[in-house]
């Protein structure tokens, strides 16, 4: 972000998709909010039993719980813990409009409350997808491959066949987390599967790829 040119006081809107480690761990410079203006938006099917005290008090005295579940609640709360006490959080239900243009799209089955999200600007759309593709080399010829990540294998599948089917008849834009850089482009259809067309970039140097 910084070699793009952004300071993290520019951020003013922060969307998150399903409460992976990797996904909401840049949150936070210790206790302090690493975004000082921005509001911290999350789905509330997803982080309501991890932020909510009644429901992370039975999740947490459950007899099957282990320190590894104990330490990932914890650090889910202290991850928004910093945003909240600012003023800077808020859940949402399914299908609202955050700000203007942009809107979340429920894409459960990696997690509970996996969410995406859909970008609209100047005639164009992008669709966020979170981690619908863990492993873009094998699900895109390959929707329906599921992967031990997902929490229901066989929802996962069903939502990244709909959104890649959504996608290729918008023209959509799509971008992921797990895609291989630049991590943005476009997905097209074959006969019997479904293809990445990553978008060219241009190094320094002014060499495009």
């Given at each position: 972000m910084l070699a793009a040119g952004y300071q993290p006081g520019q951020i003013d809107e922060i969307y998150i998709t399903h409460r992976g480690q990797d996904h909401i761990g840049g949150l936070t410079v210790g206790a302090a909010r690493a975004f000082p203006n921005a509001t911290v938006r999350v789905p509330k099917s997803e982080f309501d039993l991890f932020l909510n005290p009644a429901r992370a008090a039975v999740l947490l005295s459950e007899a099957h719980n282990t320190p590894q579940v104990q330490a990932w609640v914890q650090f889910t709360q202290n991850s928004?813990?910093?945003?909240?006490?600012?003023?800077?959080?808020?859940?949402?239900e399914e299908d609202t409009e955050l700000v203007p243009g942009i809107r979340p799209l429920a894409t459960h089955g990696h997690t509970p409350g996996h969410t995406s999200y859909v970008v609209e600007s100047e005639g164009q759309t992008l669709i966020i997808l979170g981690d619908l593709v863990l492993m873009g080399a094998l699900q895109f010829a390959h929707p329906s491959l599921g992967s031990s990540f997902d929490v229901d294998p066989k929802a996962a599948s069903e939502q990244r066949l709909r959104i890649f089917k959504m996608a290729v008849d918008s023209h959509s834009w799509i971008a992921g987390g797990h895609l291989s850089f630049p991590g943005i482009g476009h997905v097209r259809a074959g006969r019997d599967r479904f293809f990445w067309i990553p978008v060219e970039y241009t190094i320094p140097n002014g060499v495009s790829h």
């Open positions: 928004f813990e910093p945003y909240i006490r600012a003023g800077k959080f808020q859940s949402f």
